[in-house]
Nanobody, 127 residues
Framework: QVQLVESGGGLVQAGGSLRLSCVPSGRTFNSHAMGWFRQAPGKEREFVAGRSRSGDNTDYADSVKGRFTISRDNAKNTVYLQMNSLKPEDTAVYYC????????????????????WGQGTQVTVSS
């Protein structure tokens, strides 16, 4: 497993932007598929965005398509979730997740597919 450290959450007004970061402790992401999930109070953890190991494929929840972007900076060994045009319904704890993937092209959307998780970062969008 990989220890993940997330940052970048906070309070923002509707329409604003935030960028979440996820950094592994002591390892690189070279062999991993990665994803972002979120969990609002009283709700199940849900898929937000995913990226294949190769980076050639990404996928997004319908609710965030066109507003959120998952990316990876190899030089900084960091995974990002850029969130634009934020809405109050985006309020949740956001989690970064990674797992070793032998398939270069698959995007994993189920929480159970991931073996390593960050501690979560709170995103609150006010109306």
């Amino acid at each position: 497993q990989v220890q993940l450290v997330e940052s970048g959450g906070g309070l923002v007004q509707a329409g604003g932007s935030l960028r979440l970061s996820c950094v592994p402790s002591g390892r690189t992401f070279n062999s991993h598929a990665m994803g972002w999930f979120r969990q609002a109070p009283g709700k199940e953890r849900e898929f937000v965005a995913g990226r294949s190991r190769s980076g050639d494929n990404t996928d997004y929840a319908d609710s965030v398509k066109g507003r959120f972007t998952i990316s990876r900076d190899n030089a900084k060994n960091t995974v990002y979730l850029q969130m634009n045009s934020l809405k109050p319904e985006d309020t949740a704890v956001y989690y970064c997740a990674v797992t070793v993937s032998f398939d270069l092209t698959v995007v994993l959307t189920r929480p159970s597919a991931y073996t390593s998780w960050g501690q979560g970062t709170q995103v609150t969008v006010s109306s």
